[in-house]
């Protein structure tokens, strides 16, 4: 199995609950390692940029509205099959699907407000992480 990169974002519900500290344990406690890690307000320019592939999606507007109502933190996870690996312990999109302890299970409010995002393939990590992070912010 290879190392592979991964993009994470806690999203506004989490930082407004101070939940930074526990998401980051569950993610280093499930193998991934933090190697590049920010907080900051996304504009909405970026925020509907991130999420352009759901840009003809019903609940477009009200994802980027979300996004942007508060801070963020986005990170690079690394380690072992790391893209599937964060889906692992993120949990379901939706929080009444999500398996006993997963993050999404433990932190999520809603569907909208589901405390993290993850990259869902790894050709996807690349554009995600590269859309955030200079290659000299990674470190290993
Ligand atoms: P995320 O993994 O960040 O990718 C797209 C986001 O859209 C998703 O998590 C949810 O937070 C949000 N979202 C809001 N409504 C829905 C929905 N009905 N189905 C899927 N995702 C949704």
């Not at 506004?12 to 344990?25: S, Y």
């Not at 190697?35 to 003809?56: I, M, P, S």
């Not at 999606?57 to 599937?84: H, I």
């Not at 932190?107 to 955030?132: L, M, R, W």
Request: aromatic share 6%.
């Amino acid at each position: 199995m290879a190392i592979e990169r991964t993009l994470s974002i806690i999203k506004p519900d989490a930082t407004r609950r101070n939940l930074t500290g526990k998401i980051n344990a569950m993610l280093e406690g499930a193998g991934l390692r933090i190697v590049a890690q920010k907080r900051l307000r996304l504009t909405r320019a970026q925020a509907e940029g991130f999420y352009d592939v759901h840009a003809e999606r019903p609940f477009f507007n009200d994802l980027c509205t979300f996004m942007t109502s508060g801070p963020v933190v986005v990170q690079v996870l690394e380690g072992e099959s790391a893209v599937a690996k964060n889906r692992e312990v993120m949990g379901a999109t939706n929080p009444a699907d999500a398996a006993e302890g997963t993050i999404r299970k433990e932190c999520a409010e809603s569907i909208e407000a589901n405390s993290v995002h993850g990259s869902d393939s790894s050709e996807n990590a690349a554009k995600e992480i590269a859309f955030f992070f200079a290659e000299e912010e990674i470190v290993g």
